[in-house]
């Protein structure tokens, strides 16, 4: 992929932000079209729904895994110096992070990327959740959380373990990465089957994890080619909220980050548009939980997700894709907050109407 001519034209940022532009576009239009969501994928493997939102997820995350692990085989990329494997990662962060966002995600009802997805689609309780998510994202990110980020950060990390790289403390080659992707690929498959899950829906959260390989492939490519070195990155949401946050305070300037938020946006919008799905939904719809509910979720996920250094996406499947030991803890204990939330829920709803009452997914 020869970026040169681009860059030269347009200016290295720029040429960024069109790349960003393109993969969120992709994954926006995937997104809503598949309804890809790992809230309603840990809701159904607990019974609240069919198997199908759990079958989408698994397609997305067995499909980024094995095309990234391909690209890191075939020496397509090379991860060694991004911010996952070149400085030591927060495990107690990963965990209490994931632990909150996984919480949170439950009480606002969709995940970060979900919420942007559904408020591009008209739903403005998604547009207000973002809005919160992304003001605490920033008071953790570079404002008056950083201190309480720090000390729970700081407690453990993948230095003391010997690194975040789960290949390497297994003690295997690049082979078995792609290995583990074909293992997964193929339960996802067998999940998509039993789950009757249609052709377009499973391609649909496929391409989500393909666009996170292409996110891998498009900034390797760019750091090679420009002047002043940047490191390879993928997909996340949390983050860009963050940056976007500082850029709009007049620090940095737009990039990649800024251009997967637009693009999301605005495909996940032209998505719900040409489907006839675009729909405006408020709080005041019959059976919607408390504004306050959302909002007390909104700002567990923006916290917890920073102190995760990832959302569902940007550890989950970016930071999972490459075998990060950080990221898939913080996966791991964002499902676990999310099973533990929803239990805690049911008890509620139970006690409060006697028999457990299932909340639709956003």
Aim: glycine letters at 14%; one cysteine or more.
């Amino acid at each position: 992929m020869d970026l040169v001519p681009l860059i030269d034209l347009i200016g290295e940022p720029q040429t960024a932000l069109v790349g960003g532009l393109a993969l969120g576009l992709a994954f926006g239009v995937f997104a809503q079209r598949s309804r890809f969501c790992t809230r309603s994928a840990v809701l159904a493997a607990m019974g609240d729904s069919d198997l199908k939102p759990l079958a989408t997820w698994a397609a997305g995350f067995a499909a980024a895994i094995l095309a990234v692990q391909w690209l890191l085989f075939a020496d397509q990329i090379d991860v060694a110096e991004t911010r996952f494997f070149s400085t030591a990662q927060s495990l107690s962060g990963a965990i209490i992070g994931g632990l909150v966002f996984g919480i949170g995600m439950v009480l606002a009802r969709g995940c970060v990327s979900r919420l942007m997805v559904l408020g591009a689609s008209g739903n403005l309780r998604g547009v207000f959740s973002i809005a919160i998510v992304a003001l605490t994202a920033l008071a953790t990110y570079s404002g008056i959380l950083v201190p309480l980020r720090d000390l729970i950060g700081g407690v453990w990390s993948t230095a003391s373990i010997g690194g975040n790289d789960l290949l390497a403390h297994l003690g295997v080659g690049q082979s078995t990465g792609l290995a583990i992707g074909g293992v997964l690929a193929a339960i996802a498959l067998g999940l998509a089957l039993k789950a009757k899950l249609s052709l377009w829906r499973l391609f649909g959260g496929a391409a989500i994890g393909l666009t996170v390989a292409a996110g891998w492939y498009f900034t390797w490519q760019l750091s090679t080619q420009v002047f002043e070195p940047i490191q390879a990155e993928s997909l996340s949401f949390i983050r860009p909220l963050a940056t976007t946050g500082e850029l709009a305070l007049g620090n940095g300037f737009a990039g990649l980050d800024q251009g997967v938020l637009i693009g999301a946006v605005l495909g996940a919008f032209l998505a719900a548009l040409i489907s006839g799905e675009f729909r405006i939904a408020t709080f005041a719809e019959p059976g919607t939980p408390s504004i306050w509910r959302y909002a007390a979720g909104s700002v567990l996920m923006g916290f917890g997700g920073i102190l995760a250094v990832g959302c569902t996406i940007g550890a989950g499947l970016t930071g999972g894709s490459v075998l990060a030991v950080s990221s898939l803890v913080g996966l791991t204990s964002m499902m676990a907050g999310a099973a533990l939330a929803r239990v805690a829920l049911r008890a509620s709803e139970t006690q409060q109407s006697g028999s457990a009452s299932i909340v639709p997914a956003e």
